[in-house]
């Protein structure tokens, strides 16, 4: 690579170093936890020595990808700091963009101090970012309790009721008065059981994240069924069990970066048992219909 080249791939390196700091100082800006708070800064600084590396180098000075920062920033807003910080550092992280092992020769060559990027970078925020403590990730555990719950409880449901009601307008009705009561049990046993457990000050919270999955996922999944016409109870459940689908790959997209753990196998997991329980729900209740001689 010539010498020009080497300097534009510096510079992009330059670039993605101090747009990080960046991420990483207005994120840290709107957190309470004061730890969380000074570990974001400190890898903010760490950052910067690694700009300024770049820099003795390329002689150049940077502005920071405002569209990028921005987009990481309403991300930790939406989402959570820690899933955002993770994202960025599987996605952004400046020396996943060095094409290939030749460049990385060349820019030991040319950048003193790059060992200190490499070990910074590569060992040093990893292990900053482990210590994170975001209160939200503390429920995940509630979260996926009332997630899993409704999507095999909710979805075997609706399948069942699907063919034995084959009407939308009853089938919604159904499932608004079942997912309600099913979210208030689901909500309260959390409660119950977190207290129990002697997580007294907690209790409240993971009740909270229980009930509140339970319940977005029970509105999402009678979607279909309030929006198509009454008799396109088929193409409803068809459309409902793709949402089952979307939010098992979403939720577990979320947990497999906020987490750090392998996305696939809860991916598969919980698709195969929401999936196969709607499917022995669909069948049981064709046959009670049938058997009972039931026409609604």
């Known amino acids: 690579m010539s010498d020009s080249d080497l300097k534009a791939v510096i510079l992009k390196l330059q670039k993605m170093e101090v747009t990080e700091k960046e991420i990483y100082l207005r994120i840290a800006k709107n957190i309470k936890n004061g730890k969380d708070k000074a570990t974001l800064n400190k890898i903010a600084v760490e950052e910067q020595k690694h700009h300024d590396i770049w820099q003795r180098y390329t002689k150049m000075s940077v502005k920071p990808a405002m569209m990028i920062v921005y987009g990481y920033v309403f991300l930790a807003r939406l989402f ?12 952004q992280s400046a020396f996943k963009q060095i094409p290939g092992t030749i460049v990385l020769e060349q820019l030991r060559e040319k950048v003193p101090g790059l060992e200190v990027i490499l070990e910074e970078e590569v060992v040093h925020e990893q292990e900053l970012i482990a210590v994170i403590d975001e209160e939200k990730l503390q429920y995940v555990g509630s979260m996926v309790l009332g997630l899993n719950d409704a999507l095999v409880e909710f979805t075997g449901s609706l399948a069942g009721w699907t063919f034995a009601m084959q009407s939308n307008r009853l089938i919604l009705l159904a499932g608004l008065i079942t997912g309600v009561s099913a979210t208030l049990s689901m909500a309260s046993s959390e409660y119950l059981s977190a207290k129990s457990e002697g997580r007294g000050k907690q209790a409240l919270k993971a009740s909270a994240y229980t009930g509140v999955a339970y319940l977005f996922t029970v509105i999402a999944l009678l979607l279909p069924y309030m929006l198509f016409p009454e ?8 459309v409902m069990l793709v949402l089952v689908i979307v939010i098992i790959a979403a939720f577990n997209f979320y947990i497999s970066v906020a987490k750090s753990i392998s996305f696939k196998e809860k991916f598969k997991e919980m698709s195969l048992v929401s999936l196969s329980v709607a499917a022995i729900s669909f069948l049981i209740g064709l046959a009670v219909k049938r058997f009972l001689g039931i026409d609604l």
């Not at 008799?231 to 068809?238: D, R």
């Open 80 to 91: 959570g700091y820690t899933f955002a910080i993770q994202l960025m550092e599987m996605r």
């Open 231 to 238: 008799k396109m109870y088929f193409p409803a459940l068809i």
